[in-house]
């Protein structure tokens, strides 16, 4: 998945306490009846105190295959990063360096400074009754962001809010069927009163967010006619519904470089899950959501919102950071139901364990006593031995094994981040390196730091052509996901730099034994081949990164048939 708005949004959101959740009245719902009343989704919307509203899997969704479209929904806002701002169209999205020419004239508004992009006049005109109430303002969004200490997309999603809110007021309020299904099946985009009935909490912004929340509102509305001047406590339900519900956009092109987020108030209600059972990519402002693997009628489905190869309390402690809730999904209790849950969740253990330390020489892995009623991050919680039954405390192996490793980590993951050029790979490389070695005296070696190891020193490596080393570093790190995770995007990614790597062993050895040559010729073909049938189900057929795909399949499937 791309990176998280939490990030982007901590400093000025700051902590969400949490306290429960607004429960929208069924009756009132109007994402469950517009569900409802059309047959084309495959899914209903459910409510529990539980879980709130969620999506369940009707009977026509059961024996679909993987890749099946579950919905496509267009942005309510979407918003650039501020690194991207200058590089997409701010309406459609389209890169401007990867478009042909023919079809990107750019066009700057002038009556923000330059601040908005538009790839032509048509998108421009498109915009213009919400761009307008807040062109401005625009002006003054980097100004605001450094005056308030907070990011300068939270500026631009205020604005945007603030232009939506005030074209349904120009418009006396949306039509009753706004929030309906367009022309194209099953091509959904939301209106205000969908977006109001998003997930807010009730819990109160810590005193310093509220502060800051409100003089950034204070700064805004000053700047604003009157007629559509929103209170100031809108802002903080706005601040909570993005901080709640946000995606994360990536470059249509670039299935991994983030282009911005945008709030989706039907997508929203796919709730999280470690062992998720469908998918979401974006095209342009678009999120389109498809089935991972096989449902059972009823199943609540359910997407990922954070790492999935994270050991147990890193995933939740980072899902009670950004979405404030504290997370029990079959794979965090070891609850699988069906034998594919249960080849994947067989595989946590080793994810998350430490080796045990309270009887010597005990081959056996520590582990969580009570994972249904644990607590997050209690230091007092037990842990048992798998071998010798002996326990200890979640503290004792916090201080004793975790915190110096992940310490290390995040040291070299700091260098790693300034980049590979100017001969830091080397130094790089070695403080990998140097944290492998002393996490495998500690850790089982599927453990969720050590498969961190992996990547970078993959980079390092290639940056430093060593090739036999990137090799068999990036043949663990598939076979290490391959065991853990299920068959979407991230995996698909492993398997094409193993691939990459079997290609550079086979050029940049000479001597190589033909049979050997073989053999490296035919693993590339056949990860390019998973990597592609992954690509196809995520994706889609006609991604550009599945057409990427297949095209570095199609090239290595000619190789391997001249060997």
């Known amino acids: 998945m791309s990176l998280s708005l939490i990030h982007l949004l901590r400093a000025a959101l700051g902590q969400v306490l949490q306290s429960g959740a607004q429960r929208t009245n069924t009756l009132a719902d109007v994402l469950t009846s517009r ?94 009754l919400l761009h307008q109430p807040i062109c401005a303002i625009l002006r003054d969004a980097p100004l605001l962001a450094a005056r308030h200490h907070c990011p300068p997309d939270l500026v631009r999603a205020f604005l945007a809010l603030v232009a939506k809110r005030a074209a349904s007021l120009q418009q006396n309020m949306e ?42 509102a204070s700064s805004i509305c000053d700047r604003l006619p009157e007629e559509i001047r929103p209170p100031l406590d809108l802002f903080l339900r706005w601040a909570s519904q993005i901080n709640s519900n946000s995606h994360g956009l990536n470059h249509t092109n670039a299935a991994n470089e983030s282009m911005g987020f945008g709030l989706f108030p039907l997508c929203s209600i796919f709730n999280h899950s470690c062992l998720p059972n469908c998918t979401y990519t974006n ?12 449902v059972r009628e009823g199943e609540e489905l359910c997407v990922n919102y954070t790492e999935l190869y994270a050991t147990r309390d890193e995933r939740r ?39 045990c330390d309270q009887t010597k020489g005990c081959p056996g892995l520590l582990h969580p006593c009570d994972v249904l009623t644990d607590r997050l991050a209690d230091r007092s919680a037990k842990w048992a031995c798998s071998v010798c039954n002996a326990r200890c405390t979640y503290g004792h192996l916090i201080d004793n094994h975790l915190k110096p490793l992940q310490d290390r980590l995040q040291e070299a993951m700091l260098l790693y981040s300034r980049g590979l050029m100017g001969g830091a790979a080397t130094p790089i490389r070695a403080a990998f390196e140097s944290l492998l070695q002393s996490a495998l005296t500690r850790l089982p070696a599927s453990h969720a730091l050590v498969f961190n190891c992996y990547l970078p020193l993959i980079n390092c490596c290639s940056v430093l052509k060593d090739y ?96």
């Open 35 to 128: 569900v409802a009343a059309s047959p084309e989704f495959l899914f209903q919307i459910n409510h529990t105190a539980a879980l709130g509203r969620h999506a369940i899997a009707t009977h026509a969704l059961v024996g679909k295959p993987p890749g099946t479209i579950l919905l496509r929904e267009t942005s309510y806002i979407w918003i650039p990063t501020d690194l991207c701002s200058e590089f997409v169209c701010h309406s459609c999205a389209l890169d401007f360096a990867a478009a042909h020419p023919s079809l990107s004239r750019r066009v700057d508004c002038e009556g923000c400074n330059g601040q908005t992009h538009y790839c032509s006049a048509k998108c421009r005109d498109e915009q213009a």
């Open 175 to 216: 039509p009753p069927d706004r929030e309906a299904l367009h022309s194209a099946p099953l091509t959904f985009e939301a209106g205000p009163e969908a977006f109001s009935q998003m997930l807010v909490h009730t819990g109160a912004l810590n005193s310093e967010s509220r502060r800051s929340l409100r003089a950034l």
């Open 283 to 294: 095209e342009g402002p678009q999120l389109v959501f498809r089935l991972l693997r096989s």
């Open 317 to 355: 402690a980072e899902l009670h950071a950004t979405k404030s809730f504290e997370c029990r999904c079959r794979r965090c209790t070891l609850s699988p139901a069906s034998e594919e849950e249960a080849r994947l969740i067989s595989a946590e253990p080793l994810v998350s364990a430490v080796l």
């Open 468 to 563: 036999p080393a990137k090799e068999t570093y990036a043949r663990t790190l598939v076979e290490m996901a391959t065991a853990t995770l299920p068959d979407y995007p991230p995996l698909a990614n492993y398997l094409e730099a193993f691939a990459q790597s079997l290609n550079e062993r086979i050029k940049t050895t000479p001597n190589m034994p033909r049979e050997t040559r073989s053999k490296y010729a035919t693993e590339a073909s056949e990860a390019l081949q998973r990597s592609l049938s992954i690509c196809q189900v995520c994706y889609g057929l006609n991604h550009p990164k599945t057409l990427q795909t297949r095209d570095k399949l199609r090239r290595a499937e000619v190789v391997a048939k001249s060997r």
